[in-house]
């Protein structure tokens, strides 16, 4: 069962033997602080380009400012050279007016949005800066700023502070729809995912114009997908995609359409929706890897391959590395895949600079491909401050990689249980579940949950899926009752 290719002990993040857990979290953020905060100590505007000579004629009517809403306010998909110009205009209008506060909060913003779309935290920092500046010259009464931060957050996975800066942009702006997706995406990272629902039917029941009205449908099917409710979310991003304004936006419903069709293992469906994503916007990051993912399934590993590198010569997702990794490991190409494992280790280096929490991320290489020990420190402490049910899966499966099976069926429980989780249907939580259950001869359950996972996605892992069938294999048919009692 065992598939490492890394030696035991070979963390993402290199480090000397390790103190007690707390101190080197501590340890870790005092890093990122220093790294962050010896930047910002600088002058306001260090962080941006040298000013080139401005030319006599002024700024089109149009400019920036009508532009920030609908790019990077409203959370509407945007493509990335309307957001590469989106921030040059912003850092010449701060430079010219260093007071306006708005400026500062859609040029943070932006960067906010250009790191996430293309996997580069080096700009989460620089958002930082301007977003804190904005708050500083108009204050906390700054909706814009507070939106901003909490976008930040969700991009760095820091889930409480998010909520934090999420309520309060909710709380100044309660009929604001914007002020609604970024808190219903904290709830979910916290695992609250009552309070994920309960701020969606909020949402949903203002008033929302054209523009934002797809947007709108896009949070609702993320929460219905969350709950297992796969044909609403399917429905809802169907009428978003309908209703999409710019070819980015469509291609950013598309995208999703095409990770729904995956998710219960409609190849044909999830090509065709990535195929378009794709055609629609060439820069579609996640539409090249769904591509990469469904070839993989389909056999067609070379074009799988090339897809995944062409995601990843955009944007170079430590994700998409990991997956491409494991997509070469199941191909018997070991080098390759060592390659990969490597670049994961550098791109991973790089987001914890820019301070992303990347313990999942990590938790999960370590649990496959490295220490599975390693594995269950970072995710046990990773639990306690953001109880997710994707750490609880993951938490659940490093514990069984370390031989800790009774532990770890507690939270495979958590993350496949409609009352203790989201609801959402994976065939990933459900083979981890029944694998687990399996090491404890809980024969029946094992084999339930493994059949589980191939019926919603036979093609869900390409290291996974051999597995689940060796293990079901190995169980055979011997029905889930108990016999029957002897008679005297």
Not at 12 to 23: D, F, G, T
Not at 111 to 132: H, I, M, N, S, W
Not at 267 to 284: I, K, N, S, T, V
Not at 458 to 483: H, I, K, M, N, T
């Amino acid at each position: 069962m065992d598939n490492r290719l890394s030696a035991p002990g070979t963390s993402l993040i290199a480090e000397p033997p390790r103190p007690p857990r707390r101190r080197l979290r501590w340890l870790r953020r005092v890093l990122v602080t220093a790294l962050t905060g010896g930047v910002v100590a600088g002058a306001v505007l260090t962080l941006l380009p040298q000013e080139r000579p401005r030319r006599a004629a002024g700024p089109p009517a149009a400019g920036p400012q009508a532009q920030a809403p609908a790019a990077v306010t409203f959370g509407v998909p945007t493509a990335l050279p309307r957001l590469t110009a989106l921030i040059g205009q912003q850092e010449q209008r701060v430079r010219a007016q260093p007071r306006d506060a708005r400026a500062w909060a859609v040029l943070g913003s932006a960067y906010v949005e250009r790191g996430r779309r293309t996997a580069e935290p080096a700009d989460y920092p620089k958002a930082e800066q301007a977003l804190r500046t904005s708050l500083r010259v108009r204050g906390t009464r700054n909706t814009e700023a507070l939106d901003g931060l909490a976008a930040l957050a969700l991009a760095r996975r820091d889930f409480p502070v998010a909520k934090d800066y999420a309520e309060q942009a909710l709380k100044q702006t309660p009929k604001r729809w914007a002020a609604y997706p970024p808190l219903i995406d904290a709830y979910n990272g916290l695992g609250d995912y009552a309070a994920a629902r309960k701020t969606l039917d909020k949402l949903l029941e203002l008033r929302t114009g054209a523009e934002a009205r797809p947007a709108v449908m896009a949070r609702a099917a993320a929460v219905y997908r969350d709950r297992g409710w796969r044909e609403d979310a399917v429905a809802q991003l169907t009428d978003a995609a309908a209703a999409a304004r710019t070819p980015a936006e469509q291609a950013a419903y598309l995208t999703g359409l095409g990770q729904l069709a995956w998710e219960r293992g409609d190849l044909p469906d999830a090509l065709r929706h990535f195929d378009a994503a794709a055609r629609l916007e060439p820069g579609q990051r996640a539409a090249l890897a769904g591509r990469g993912r469904t070839l993989a399934a389909l056999g067609r590993s070379t074009e799988a391959v090339a897809a995944y590198q062409a995601a990843l010569a955009r944007q170079p997702s430590p994700r998409d590395t990991l997956e491409l990794g494991e997509l070469y490991e199941s191909l018997g190409q070991s080098r390759s895949a060592e390659d990969q494992y490597e670049q994961l280790k550098e791109r991973v280096r790089q987001a914890v600079a820019g301070g992303v929490d990347e313990e999942l991320l990590i938790g999960q290489f370590e649990a496959d491909h490295g220490d599975p020990w390693e594995a269950v420190e970072r995710l046990e402490a990773e639990w306690q401050r953001q109880p997710g049910i994707e750490v609880a899966d993951a938490l659940g499966w490093a514990l069984h990689r370390a031989g800790e099976d009774e532990e770890a069926l507690t939270y495979a429980t958590t993350a496949t249980d409609k009352a203790k989780g989201g609801g959402v249907r994976s065939a990933l939580y459900a083979y981890h579940r029944g694998m687990i259950e399996g090491e404890l001869e809980r024969y029946g359950p094992a084999r339930r949950h493994l059949q589980e996972a191939l019926r919603i996605n036979p093609y869900f892992s390409p290291l996974g899926v051999p597995q689940a069938r060796r293990a079901l294999a190995a169980l055979g048919d011997v029905p889930d009752e108990p016999l029957p009692a002897e008679t005297p």
